[in-house]
């Protein structure tokens, strides 16, 4: 089955921590080359979204001080997939058996 969200590490941010001022939540270091390729990999996600992508900035579980980046998209196939309406014989193939028996008692 396919998985609704699809994720990927946006390998071309380093995102480090700021503690010399209390004003700055964090440094964003680009690799611009790198970066660039990145969003012509994601051209039709970011023209579907009227020119935006969004792109999180996550810490690390176990140090906290540490931070990446993670791109996540929504899967539209998945999504349709299970938007499709399933048959009662497709669901539940037991039932259609049992209703096609006559000798139930109700």
Not at 57 to 63: E, G, N, T, Y
Not at 92 to 100: K, L, Q
Request: hydrophobic residues 35%.
């Amino acid at each position: 089955m396919n998985t609704k969200y699809e994720s990927e590490f946006v390998n071309s941010f380093v995102v480090k921590d700021e503690p010399k001022f209390d004003w700055i939540a964090a440094k964003l270091h680009i690799k611009a080359t790198e970066f660039v390729d990145f969003l012509r990999k994601h051209k039709e996600h970011i023209n579907e979204n009227n020119g935006f992508m969004s792109i999180d900035i996550l810490r690390a579980q176990k140090d906290r001080t540490k931070m990446y980046a993670k791109f996540t998209k929504i899967n539209k196939q998945a999504l349709k997939s299970e938007t499709q309406k399933v048959e009662t014989s497709e669901f539940m193939p037991d039932r259609v058996a049992a209703e096609n028996n006559e000798d139930l008692p109700f």
